[in-house]
């Protein structure tokens, strides 16, 4: 997952360096084959859950899943998340 760090002279975002992270989710493999437009999910290792909890309160954090990028639209206290899929530019 990345967030904004910033903005160049031409105002594109310049993206944080990546933070990786272990999530379990109820996908199945055909599932995972394509891109899902949410996906739920809980942390299970890679970043302190009060890391992960500050670092995804954040409205520009984007998350890489299977190469597609995602939003968190739902973050519980217990490292519980829903993600997104984010609209095609």
Do not use: C, W
């Amino acid at each position: 997952m990345t967030s904004v760090v910033g903005r160049d002279r031409e105002g594109h975002a310049l993206r944080s360096p990546s933070v990786t992270f272990l999530a379990e989710t109820g996908l199945d493999a055909s599932t995972r084959l394509g891109s899902p437009r949410t996906i739920a999910g809980r942390l299970v290792s890679g970043i302190p859950l009060a890391d992960f909890l500050q670092f995804t309160s954040r409205k520009d954090v984007e998350v890489n899943f299977l190469g597609g990028g995602y939003r968190f639209i739902r973050v519980d206290p217990d490292g519980g998340f829903e993600l997104a899929i984010l609209p095609l530019p």
